[in-house]
């Protein structure tokens, strides 16, 4: 019992709001909310979308958001002239001119600055000539000041002031009265009105003026032109008129002159609507037939009445947003926001208690009858839009707190109540019976508190108790309980449905049920942690089947649908994060979108984008989630959380469709706002952020932060931003609806660019929005001045290096010429040695065999010959010397001639013979042929076996092979020896001059 109760109290103890008396509502901005003075004289729109708001103390502009005020200074010239502020135009080039108590200001949108003009016209009183009450902008551009007593012109492009009324009678006219009000006609007429003074009217250029003074008192407190031709003129003595500038008739509207209040000024609103304000009220007026439509007035028991002080002041914008400046403040009506109050009715008596309205069906005669919970039945009738009560206790009705009918084939109308079930003939126009629960009976309804009551296509009837779920089948109750559930998941049934293939689903307060008729079988559904494809939660909120067969459940943990296929349940996850996982509520338009009563909003759900678009009691709707249905007609009927119903269509709900202007509204750096100081060059603002299209910042300025505005006034906090930082972010930053700053920290010097896009309150976005370049200068150390010193550090740093290193190659190269020149002269005197050995062996012997006696000729020959080839060796190698010269210098060349190579080779090869017999020396010469003729060159052959032979016998142990091989056109000169050899590491050096390996390590 609890439970059930408690989620009762969910679903209609969540908004309490009290009935309103009007129609539209009124919301309001003050001090509170910024404003510096809640006497508000003006308010103006500008082109950019700013809207302006003078005040008795100071000028203000506002975002949206929130107000930046401006007030005049003392010893400032570039502030307000006063603080008093009357008047607020813009010129054709975007200039905003405003009127004070102290003359008439320029204001600059770059520096956020004032240039004051003062009066020049010395026919007033100076006093008086200050006060610039009255501004207007003419066809051609020119700004005509009115003062107290006194008017002048301005050239808006140069600010000089000039003449432009050519009639000299109407100047002196005009200049001796107080001038009140001035308005331009379609065809560029300038009509002004006076005190006591009449209407004059200038033509178009200024050169004849006509004078109008028959009506009450001559006075013209203000005037508004309508653009068909009609003056509406605002005077005293409560008098209000209309002037045809065409017929040149008044036309004295005697039912607003017999209301009391003063009209001060006058809007035209649309819809052959004018508001005028007065005193303490705004008053509706019908242009066709002159006749007031409403009378708002402020209502302390209505929070969205107007302000209880003098309204003054009526402003219509672009946007259709109506601002009413007053003595308290702003009131502000914008038809946008306030899209459902027009479609709200009341039900029943405004006094009695709140009654809301619980669920409704349609008859045949497109009736609607709506169950209230405490006010019975009624019937609203569509095409008059009127309410009747039809049935409650008094006439028969079980009780007057009804939650549910249901029409049955029979035609009889069956109705739940909190006293059981009440049976309605519609043809006898009577209760004919109440069904109650009786103990003696078991053949009776379970409990008396009934919830709803649904007839199946097989002319089943299920009724939803508190306690159980009761079925009605030929006759006969079948009761499912707590005590006996027949099957089902449970007996708190929250909702019972019928789908298209003729299955009944229950959802109770743990699982979803599905009967089916044909086998009377029950399958249960529950949520499983474990299982994707079950319910998000067991709990079951609603049920509704839409136009393609497709089932939506929701539950305590959102939207579930239902596959037909797999017989298993998806989760449907919406993209709008903000909207509530309860929904109580689903219904469906005409152009097949899905709309949801949730916890936090009435939605919208697009099948085609899957967009989902909110409105809630800011935009005027206050519902109760439990009564939610739709006429053949396609209009919603949804309850309210007071004693009333909201009846339309939702194709009837407009979209605004004005595309907002996107600011940066403003910078901050380490969270302190940078301020504009237009004089300073360094500055990181020359002008207002809003103007700026590129910043410079100091690479130790890491935080910055940049905040937001969509100039739009319809609910700016349902406005939407996304941003992106070229150089930083890849994708586009979505921001929360509530958030609309940008913060940035430690970005590396360099150059960005932000792109900001932003959208109305419906979701129109402004795709083109604002760019603001972004430039990081680096530090000193990373700038190219700084690269530049340190190039010429590094070059200087390389020219003293190289000059060392060339020093020190030198001396290296010095050294390493002495040791090569010793190694050289090392190397040259074994070379000397070897044929010196030559020569001294054969000499010594040549001494002995003198020494002995007689020598042979031919031995002596012999040894003399030795000793001639080896003194040719010491001069070969002299030539040696001075060909290694030569070859350093290039000039060395190969002189190749035709010989013997063998005898060559032979020849050579008997130089050594003496130095092998000395050494005991195996010394052979191997060739393949006896002589063989070719083309060489003799001397460097001769140099080359030479060093061949004389290593091979340094190194030898006891055997050396001089070996020639001829193959084809191949000749291979080898010299063998079975010494230490050269290791592999070593071969590659063997052509270098002089080298010599380790014989300890050779192999």
């Known amino acids: 019992m609890r439970r059930f109760f408690l989620f009762k109290a969910i679903f209609i103890s969540i908004c309490t709001l009290i009935a309103q008396d009007q129609k539209i509502n009124f919301f309001h901005l003050d001090m509170k909310d910024g404003l510096s003075n809640n006497e508000v004289n003006t308010i103006f729109k500008d082109s950019k979308g700013f809207l302006w708001v003078g005040t008795l103390n100071g000028l203000n502009k506002y975002d949206g958001y929130r107000f930046k005020v401006y007030k005049s200074e003392v010893g400032d010239s570039a502030t307000l002239g006063g603080n008093s502020i009357s008047g607020i135009v813009e010129d054709n080039n975007g200039q905003i001119w405003i009127g004070t108590d102290d003359g008439v200001c320029k204001y600059n949108r770059d520096t956020e600055t004032f240039t004051r003009l003062k009066s020049q016209n010395k026919n007033s009183d100076a006093l008086k000539a200050r006060f610039a009450h009255t501004l207007l902008i003419d066809y051609k551009g020119y700004l005509w000041v009115f003062y107290n007593g006194s008017f002048e012109q301005i050239d808006t492009k140069t600010g000089k002031f000039v003449q432009l009324i050519k009639d000299k009678k109407a100047l002196d006219y005009l200049n001796s009265k107080n001038i009140s009000s001035a308005v331009e006609d379609s065809e560029n007429n300038l009509w002004i009105g006076t005190w006591f003074g009449g209407l004059v009217k200038l033509d178009k250029n200024r050169e004849s003026a006509t004078y109008y003074n028959n009506f009450p008192s001559n006075t013209v407190i203000s005037l508004f032109y309508d653009g068909s031709s009609n003056l509406w003129i605002s005077s005293i003595d409560n008098s209000f008129c209309k002037f045809n500038t065409k017929s040149k008739q008044f036309d004295f509207l005697t039912a607003f002159n017999k209301n009391k209040n003063q009209p001060t000024f006058t809007t035209y609103i649309g819809n052959d609507k004018l508001w005028i304000s007065s005193d303490h009220s705004i008053i509706e007026l019908q242009v066709s037939t002159g006749l007031i439509s409403a009378t708002y007035i402020h209502d302390p028991n209505n929070p969205h009445s107007i302000t209880p002080a003098k309204q003054k002041y009526i402003y219509k914008d672009n946007s259709g947003i109506i601002w009413i400046g007053s003595a308290a403040g702003i009131s502000y009506y914008d038809p946008q926001r306030d899209k459902f109050s027009k479609f709200y009715f009341e039900i029943g008596n405004k006094k009695n208690e709140k009654y809301y309205a619980k669920s409704g069906i349609i008859d045949r005669n497109r009736n609607v009858w709506i169950n209230t919970f405490g006010k019975g039945i009624y019937l609203f009738n569509p095409k008059n839009n009127s309410f009747s009560p039809v049935l409650n206790k008094s006439n028969g009705l079980a009780s007057d707190f009804t939650s549910c009918i249901c029409k049955l084939n029979t035609g009889d109308y069956w109705i739940a109540t909190e006293n059981g079930i009440s049976i309605y003939d519609p043809t006898k126009n009577k209760i004919t019976g109440n069904l109650v629960h009786s103990d003696k009976n078991t053949n009776s309804i379970y409990h008396n508190s009934i919830r709803k009551i649904f007839q199946d296509s097989y002319s089943n009837i299920w009724i939803i108790t508190q306690e159980s779920l009761d079925l009605l089948k030929n006759g006969k109750f079948i009761h499912f309980t707590k005590e006996n559930l027949r099957g089902l998941s449970h007996y708190k049934i929250i909702e019972i449905l019928e789908d298209r293939d003729g299955n009944v689903w229950i959802g109770t307060f743990f699982g979803l049920n599905r009967y089916d008729n044909k086998t009377k079988s029950i399958s249960k559904y529950l949520s499983s942690a474990n299982n994707k494809n079950s319910l998000s939660n067991s709990f079951i909120v609603s049920l509704f089947e839409d136009s393609n067969g497709t089932l939506w459940v929701s539950t305590l943990n959102g939207l579930n649908v239902y596959d037909k296929k797999t017989n298993t349940f998806k989760p449907f996850k919406l ?317 060395l060349k190969l002189e190749p001639s035709y010989g013997d190579l063998i005898l060559f080779l032979h020849n050579i090869f008997n130089v050594f013979s003496s130095i092998a017999e000395q050494k005991n020396i195996s010394y052979l010469f191997e060739k393949d042929t006896e002589s063989f003729e070719t083309e060489f060159d003799a001397d460097k052959m001769e140099k080359i076996i030479y060093n061949l032979l004389s290593n091979a016998f340094k190194f030898t142990k006891d055997k050396v092979i001089l070996k020639i091989e001829i193959e084809s056109t191949k000749i291979f000169i080898s010299v063998h020896d079975n010494g230490i050899g050269i290791a592999k590491h070593n071969l590659t050096k063997v052509f270098e001059n002089f080298f010599q390996v380790d014989n300890q390590r050779a192999n």
Not at 672 to 700: F, G, M, R
Not at 816 to 843: A, V, Y
Request: some cysteine; glycine content about 4%.
């Open 575 to 891: 993209k709008d994060k903000n909207l509530s996982n309860l929904i109580y509520k689903i219904c469906e338009d005409d152009s097949k979108n899905v709309w949801f009563l949730s916890s936090s909003a009435f939605s919208i759900l697009n099948l085609k984008t899957f967009d989902v678009k909110n409105y809630d009691n800011t935009d005027g709707i206050n519902m109760n989630y439990e009564c939610f249905f739709k006429d053949m007609n396609g209009r919603f009927y949804i309850g309210g959380t007071h004693s009333g119903i909201y009846i339309f269509n939702p194709l009837e709900i407009k979209k605004n469709n004005i595309i907002p202007t996107i600011i940066i509204s403003k910078f901050s750096v380490f969270n302190q706002e940078v301020k504009v100081e237009p004089k300073n060059s360094h500055a990181i603002l020359q002008k207002n952020i809003s103007e700026t299209k590129k910043i410079t910042l100091n690479y130790d300025q890491t935080v910055l932060e940049f905040e937001l505005a969509a100039l739009n006034y319809t609910l700016p906090k349902k406005n939407q931003y996304a941003y992106k930082l070229d150089g930083f972010d890849q994708e586009w930053v979505y921001l929360n609806p509530e958030k609309r700053t940008i913060t940035y920290t430690n970005l590396n010097p360099g150059n960005y660019t932000l792109f900001v896009k932003g959208s109305n309150n419906d979701g129109l976005w402004n795709e083109n929005g604002v760019t603001l370049e972004i430039e990081i200068l680096p530090p000193f150390w990373r700038t190219t001045i700084a690269y530049l010193i340190y190039f010429l550090l590094l070059l200087g740093a390389l020219l003293v290096f190289r000059h060392y290193s060339l020093l020190r190659f030198k001396e290296k190269s010095l050294l390493e010429l002495d040791q090569m020149k010793i190694r050289f002269f090392t190397n040259i005197s074994h070379e000397f040695r070897t044929p010196l050995t030559l020569i001294s062996g054969p000499l010594n012997k040549l001494m002995d065999d003198v020494q002995k006696g007689p020598v042979q000729t031919e031995r002596m020959m012999k040894q003399l010959s030795l000793m001639e080839r080896n003194s040719q060796r010491l001069l070969m190698l002299i030539n040696q010397l001075l060909d290694m010269q030569k070859s350093e210098e290039g000039k």
